[in-house]
């Protein structure tokens, strides 16, 4: 697919909003839980490899059903510690698209966070340093195919949505029926694990 451009200005932009954000410890408690979903996942996984094709005798095995038990007791649905970070009140659309939403609204909530930062930003970032934008990746998704599976919300701690919606904060652009982000340096890796376990390719970076 070919790299779409994307304005220095508003790379700029979002990484200076993100200033100061960090990724959080986790709790000894949340680190178990991640540690069972992990062990659950190993299991699932090797009771598909060990069957396919045969599907349902691998969801009638012993591993498989052990692993599911380990990732319901994880509860990943119920670990996301940054997905409040940048989803700010400030910036949140007056009508937050949906996946099926028509163009229309993709362009004018995309519009009006890039509008409201810039608005916000000329107040108090006017004397501060520039910001370290070397790092900051842009993320594409694409709505209309997205299986909504969680699992990349899991493994991006919540910054990518159940639906695999980036979080608002970091729109920068919406052309062609592809959402554009600007994730800052110290959270690629997040983003990266979740694109890992998207099996739809509907989050991928512009390359």
Same mark, same amino acid.
């Given at each position: 697919?070919?790299?779409?451009?994307?304005?220095?200005?508003?790379?700029?932009?979002?990484?200076?909003?993100?200033?100061?954000?960090?990724?959080?410890? #986790?709790? #000894?408690?949340?680190?178990?839980?991640?540690?069972?979903?992990? #062990?659950?996942?190993?299991?699932?996984?090797?009771?598909?490899?060990?069957?396919?094709?045969?599907? +349902?005798?691998?969801?009638?095995?012993? +591993?498989?059903?052990?692993?599911?038990?380990?990732?319901?007791?994880?509860?990943?649905?119920?670990?996301?510690?940054?997905?409040?970070?940048?989803?700010?009140? #400030?910036?949140?659309?007056?009508?937050?698209?949906?996946?099926?939403?028509?163009?229309?609204?993709?362009?004018?909530?995309?519009?009006?966070?890039?509008?409201?930062?810039?608005?916000?930003l000329s107040h108090y970032a006017s004397n501060r340093p520039e910001p370290d934008v070397q790092l900051?990746?842009?993320?594409?998704?694409?709505?209309?195919?997205?299986?909504? !599976?969680?699992?990349?919300?899991?493994?991006?701690?919540?910054?990518?949505? !159940?639906?695999?919606?980036?979080?608002?904060?970091?729109?920068?652009? @919406?052309?062609?029926?592809?959402?554009?982000?600007?994730?800052?340096?110290?959270f690629v890796a997040l983003i990266e694990a979740g694109i890992d376990s998207n099996p739809e390719q509907?989050? @991928?970076?512009?390359?």
């Open positions: 697919m070919q790299k779409h451009l994307i304005d220095p200005q508003l790379v700029r932009e979002v990484c200076l909003w993100a200033e100061n954000k960090e990724v959080p410890l #986790e709790s #000894e408690e949340v680190r178990r839980r991640r540690q069972l979903i992990e #062990e659950g996942s190993l299991l699932m996984h090797r009771a598909l490899k060990r069957f396919t094709p045969d599907l +349902d005798e691998a969801f009638k095995s012993k +591993d498989f059903k052990q692993g599911q038990l380990l990732v319901g007791e994880g509860d990943p649905s119920s670990i996301a510690p940054l997905a409040r970070l940048f989803r700010s009140v #400030e910036l949140k659309p007056v009508k937050l698209p949906q996946l099926g939403s028509p163009v229309e609204e993709w362009h004018a909530a995309v519009r009006g966070v890039v509008e409201k930062r810039r608005e916000l900051a990746r842009v993320l594409c998704f694409n709505p209309v195919e997205s299986l909504s !599976d969680g699992a990349a919300a899991y493994c991006s701690h919540g910054i990518v949505d !159940d639906d695999n919606v980036p979080a608002w904060d970091l729109w920068v652009n @919406y052309s062609e029926g592809t959402l554009f982000s600007v994730v800052p340096g110290s509907c989050i @991928y970076w512009n390359r």
